[in-house]
C-alpha cells in the first residue's frame, strides 16, 4: 500500500505531499486539483508528455514519489525530456474509472473483458467473462442494493452483440433494457464488477463516484469501497482514492479518510490538508456539526470550499 505521496512540477500541483489511507477520498470544489492528483498517481502507467510540467516550464523537473513501509518508489521526468522513468522495477498497477453511463448502455460485440474500461463501456463484456457462481453473485448484491430488480444478465441483439436484461422483481415476464433503468442501477452494477476483475489492480482511482447514486447507495458504495480496501472481498486488497466533490458522500467517510484541496491565492498551486482530529477541540467542534463531515466541509470549517 502507498503510505505517502509527494509530487513536484506536474501541473497545478508545485509541491504537495500528502497520506493515502486504504481508502481516500479527495475533497474540494471544481478547478482544485483533485483529477490532477488522481492523474499524477496514474503517471507510471501512462504515456505523459512535456506539458504536465507547472506553468509549461520545460527548465523544471517532474517527480512524484510514493513511498510505502519498505521503499520509495519514484516517477521522474527530467527537464526539456519527454519520456519519463520510473525507478526500481516495474510500476503498480493503476486503474482510474470515470463511468460513463451512455457508453455503458450501449449494446457491445461479444468478447472477454477481464477488466473494466475507465468509462464502462464494456461493462456487459465484463459481466459476460465472469463465471456462473460470480454473475449470480453480482446479480443478488445488485437486487439487494436495488430492489426494483430479481435479476440481471445478458440477451443477444444481433450481430454478434449483446446487452444487458434487467428483470422485473413482480412481473418474470417483463425485462428492461440498460437505457430503461435508473443512472444508479447502472453504476452499482459498474462497482460491484470491480471484485471479481481478473489481474486486480494494486491502487484503484474513482473520479466522481457520487454521480446518479441516492444517499443511501452512497452509504452503500463507501461500505463496499472499504471492504475492497481491506481486503475483505475481492482477490486481495486494492487501494482506492476518490475525487468528489459531495458533501453526502463526505457523511460517510471517516474523517482520516479524507485530504481537503484548494489552490493557493498567491501562485494557484494546489495544497492538501488532512483533518487535524487530535487538535485541542476537534471532538467539540465535530460536535457542533452533528458529527457531519459533509456539514462542516459546506460551512468552510475543514478548507477544499470555493473561494
Known amino acids: 500500500m502507498i503510505q505517502s505521496v509527494h509530487i513536484r512540477n506536474f501541473r497545478c500541483l508545485r509541491d504537495v505531499e500528502f497520506t493515502l489511507s486504504p481508502l481516500t477520498a ?30 509549461h516550464d520545460r527548465s523544471l523537473e517532474v517527480c512524484v514519489d510514493y513511498r510505502t513501509a519498505v521503499e520509495t518508489m519514484k516517477w521522474t521526468l527530467s527537464p526539456r525530456q519527454s519520456k519519463a ?16 453511463l451512455n457508453m455503458m448502455r450501449e449494446p457491445i460485440t461479444v468478447s472477454n473483458a477481464p477488466v473494466l474500461a475507465h468509462d464502462g463501456a464494456n461493462l456487459a463484456n465484463a459481466v459476460y467473462s465472469l463465471t456462473r457462481k460470480q454473475q449470480a453473485d453480482v446479480a443478488e448484491q445488485l437486487c439487494s442494493l436495488v430492489p426494483t430488480f430479481s435479476d440481471v444478465d445478458l440477451v443477444p441483439v444481433g450481430s454478434g452483440k449483446h446487452t444487458l436484461r434487467f428483470h422485473d ?15 444508479g442501477t447502472m453504476l452499482v452494477l459498474a462497482f460491484l464488477m470491480i471484485q471479481h476483475q481478473q489481474n486486480a489492480p494494486d491502487l484503484l482511482a474513482i473520479e466522481e463516484p457520487e454521480r446518479g447514486l441516492h444517499p443511501y447507495l452512497l452509504g452503500e458504495l463507501v461500505a463496499f469501497l472499504r471492504k475492497l480496501s481491506a481486503g475483505e472481498i475481492g482477490a486481495k486488497a486494492i487501494q482506492v482514492v476518490l475525487a468528489t466533490q459531495s458533501a453526502d458522500l463526505l457523511d460517510h467517510l471517516k474523517p482520516e479518510e479524507v485530504r481537503f484541496l484548494d489552490r493557493d491565492t498567491e501562485d494557484g ?13 476537534w471532538e467539540r467542534a465535530f460536535a457542533e456539526y452533528r458529527n457531519s463531515l459533509g456539514g462542516a466541509w459546506l460551512a468552510g470549517s475543514l478548507g477544499g470550499v470555493p473561494g
Open 269 to 281: 498551486s494546489v495544497r492538501v490538508e488532512a483533518v487535524n482530529t487530535g487538535a485541542d477541540g
Open 26 to 55: 479527495l475533497v474540494g470544489p471544481n478547478s482544485s486539483g483533485k483529477s490532477t492528483v488522481l492523474e499524477a498517481l496514474g503517471a507510471p502507467m501512462a504515456h505523459v508528455s512535456q506539458d504536465v510540467r507547472w506553468k
Open 85 to 100: 522513468v520510473f525507478s526500481p522495477g516495474a510500476p503498480f498497477k493503476y486503474q482510474f474509472l470515470r463511468l460513463d
Open 169 to 183: 422483481r413482480w412481473d418474470p415476464a417483463v425485462h428492461y433494457s440498460p437505457s430503461e433503468v435508473s443512472d
